[in-house]
């Protein structure tokens, strides 16, 4: 009954910026109730965990991100962003996004990341 669903991957160049987008979906779900998670799987890598906003946007990052990375969420329309700036080879990846303590997950959008 939930649906999660991101878009806004693409491929740029190193140093270059990317702002993915997560609209979550749901008759009975209610969003503002949630913490909202963005992961990143790496070819060939394991799926990890790349920043998370509370309820209450209280926002966290993954070291490899901080600085550069930029969770944010708009409870009025269900949406969850990762805005990603300086972008670097090794962000590349497929990125995810889920509803925390669920196991509700997107199909996940492409970053690919040029030198």
């Known amino acids: 009954q939930v649906q999660l669903v991101e878009s806004g991957g693409g491929l740029v160049q190193a140093g270059g910026s990317l702002r993915l987008s997560c609209a979550v979906s749901?008759?009975?779900?209610?969003?503002?109730?949630?913490?909202m998670e963005w992961y990143r799987q790496p070819p060939g890598k394991q799926r990890e965990l790349v920043a998370s906003?509370?309820?209450?946007?209280?926002?966290n990052y993954a070291d490899s991100v901080k600085g550069r990375f930029t969770i944010s969420r708009d409870d009025a329309r269900n949406m969850v962003y990762l805005q990603m700036n300086s972008l670097k080879p090794e962000d590349t990846a497929v990125y995810y996004c889920?509803?925390?303590?669920?196991?509700?997950w997107g199909q996940g959008t492409q970053v690919t990341v040029s030198s």
């Open positions: 906003i509370s309820r209450y946007s209280t926002t």
């Open positions: 889920r509803a925390g303590y669920s196991d509700y």
């Open positions: 749901g008759r009975t779900f209610r969003f503002d109730f949630y913490d």
